[in-house]
């Protein structure tokens, strides 16, 4: 849930880019800390209606830079120190994704940082 993953089809070229051309866009903000902190999350009602109305198998969690949700870069000591935190939540929730709805789904993670203005992609 911000606008700079969608500028410019942002988002759009980086789901086509890794094979993904027909999804369901689940955009809730800070969701990888949704994870960590409530076992009944709109995340994971929101996965689950996924899986059960579209067969959903593999499920891409993002996140980004600068994150309000997460009180933004300057919560954090440095740039490696955010980097931490959005990499232990997203396997956080990569886990429990996995063992609510099966070993079986793939979860894939990503951390969208920004480089020269502009926002790259780099897979946890």
């Known amino acids: 849930m911000d606008f700079r993953i969608y500028t410019n089809e942002t988002l759009h070229n980086f789901l086509h880019d890794i094979g993904v051309t027909d999804y369901d866009l689940i955009s809730i903000k800070g969701a990888g800390g949704d994870f ?48 931490g935190k959005h990499r232990y939540d997203l396997e956080a929730a990569r886990q429990r994704i996995l063992a609510k709805f099966g070993s079986d789904k793939i979860v894939r993670k990503f951390f969208f940082d920004e480089e020269n203005g502009q926002l790259k992609a780099m897979e946890f």
């Open 36 to 83: 960590t902190e409530s076992e009944v999350g709109c995340v994971l009602e929101s996965i689950r209606t996924a899986i059960e109305k579209h067969s959903v198998k593999e499920i891409i969690l993002i996140h980004h830079v600068d994150c309000g949700a997460y009180g933004g870069s300057g919560a954090f000591i440095s740039k490696e120190d955010e980097l």
